[in-house]
């Protein structure tokens, strides 16, 4: 059969890749922790539910405009200046299905053929995808834990050529967990000034999930706001994955071209979860607070079983659910019948001794790291871990 050669540009994400081999392997009646994706275990808020079950009643049943609900994009204009106290306009706002339908709306209306696109690593899978996808070039930065995984302003100088067209970048950062002060954005803010042909994308979902402190967008930074293009979502923040909502906030231009994109993919998304969103970004944040609280106190409790396993390096996150430890110490390690040769090699192990699921670092591009979540609950984590530790303690 032959099918299109754009299937040849890019890879199937990681994170669903390992989830989906979790789930055939439960198929089979195999007890699999996973510590793979990144979703939370908590329901989705009840007031948030009602909002749902409301516009259903109400027969909020049709076809919705391309860029959202006009209350909607107010409602995200309004959140935007009561979190981080930056001026939109509903116009300025384009809703999708999902943030990474925002992220390619945006990719695909700013990329063309040739254009580099900066990454800092180790970053989310999907962004390189993306990027192919759109016929660009990848240029990655490397960061290193010592640095916590943050790129410096010479760096990112360093980086950028004539042909550079876009800078995309996540903060709090999945998988690191790495979150930007507002003096580290303004170093790098102050780079972009001098170029001024250059996107910066911002994807914030994971805004609310921050151990450290308030959340600083580089939106805040009034010479370099028109080409910030800020991304984000209901799915982290406030347990809603599946009701699959992302919205971008930018300039005029690029809002519209974004509506154009999805306009010939999927036009607009979900009528109830618009009304639900509506809710959530409205009223009471108790229950993203609370849950923020819980992913805390999961975060200490983790990094104290990290530190229990021998020849694992492991920075501590400030925001997000993951933990990103540098497992080469067990590169050309044996257990007698399966080598230990990179992070796939590790997974894979983890996965078939341990049943314990994770996410290899070459598909964030740290290929000595390993990602795993702790967006599960207490008991599957600490037997996760206690699992995990027995495997590689088999590896000589």
């Keep these: 059969m032959q099918l299109s050669s754009f299937l040849d540009r890019f890879?199937?994400?990681?994170?669903?890749?390992?989830?989906?081999?979790?789930?055939?392997?439960?198929a089979k009646g195999v007890d699999v922790i996973d510590l793979s994706l990144g979703e939370p275990d908590f329901d989705t808020p009840e007031h948030i539910k009602e909002a749902a079950i409301k516009a259903i009643k109400d027969n909020w049943s049709h076809y919705t405009p391309v860029p959202g609900f006009p209350d909607l994009r107010e409602a995200i204009c309004s959140k935007l200046k009561?979190?981080?106290?930056?001026?939109?306009?509903p116009e300025n706002i384009v809703t999708s299905t999902g943030a990474k339908q925002s992220l390619a709306n945006t990719m695909l209306a700013l990329v063309d053929e040739g254009d580099e696109v900066i990454i800092p690593t180790p970053y989310w899978v999907t962004y390189s995808e993306l990027v192919k996808i759109a016929r660009g070039k990848?240029?990655?930065?490397?960061s290193t834990a010592e640095q916590k995984f943050k790129?410096?302003?010479a760096q990112l100088e360093a980086a950028i050529t004539p042909k550079t067209k876009v800078f995309l970048f996540s903060s709090p950062c999945n998988?690191?967990?790495s979150v930007y002060t507002k003096k580290e954005l303004e170093g790098l803010a102050e780079v972009f000034k001098k170029h001024p042909g250059i996107f910066i994308m911002a994807d914030e979902i994971y805004e609310y999930i921050n151990f450290v402190g308030k959340h600083e967008s580089i939106a805040q930074f009034d010479e370099i706001k028109d080409r910030v293009i800020l991304i984000n979502g209901l799915s982290k923040g406030f347990a809603m994955t599946g009701w699959r909502l992302g919205y971008i906030a930018a300039n005029v231009e690029i809002a519209k071209a974004c509506e154009k994109v999805q306009g010939q993919f999927t036009s607009g998304t979900n009528s109830i979860t618009q009304k639900a969103a509506v809710v959530a970004l409205t009223t009471d944040l108790r229950p993203s607070i609370e849950m923020t609280k819980e992913f805390a106190r999961r975060r200490s409790r983790v990094l104290e079983l990290v530190k229990e396993i021998p020849g694992i390096t492991c920075p501590e996150p400030d925001g997000a659910f993951y933990i990103f430890p540098d497992v080469g110490y067990y590169y050309g390690k044996t257990d007698g019948e399966n080598k230990i040769a990179n992070a796939s090699d590790l997974c894979m192990y983890l996965l078939n001794v341990a049943n314990v699921s994770s996410v290899m670092g070459d598909a964030f591009g740290e290929p000595k790291c390993v990602r795993f979540s702790f967006a599960n609950s207490m008991d599957k984590i600490e037997e996760g871990w206690k699992r995990i530790k027995a495997a590689l303690a088999k590896l000589k």
Aim: glycine share 6%.
């Design 138 to 142: 990848v240029v990655e930065i490397k």
């Design 175 to 177: 998988p690191s967990g």
């Design 11 to 26: 890879n199937e994400p990681e994170t669903l890749k390992m989830a989906k081999l979790g789930r055939e392997l439960r």
């Design 82 to 89: 009561r979190d981080n106290n930056l001026d939109y306009k």
């Design 151 to 153: 790129i410096t302003p």
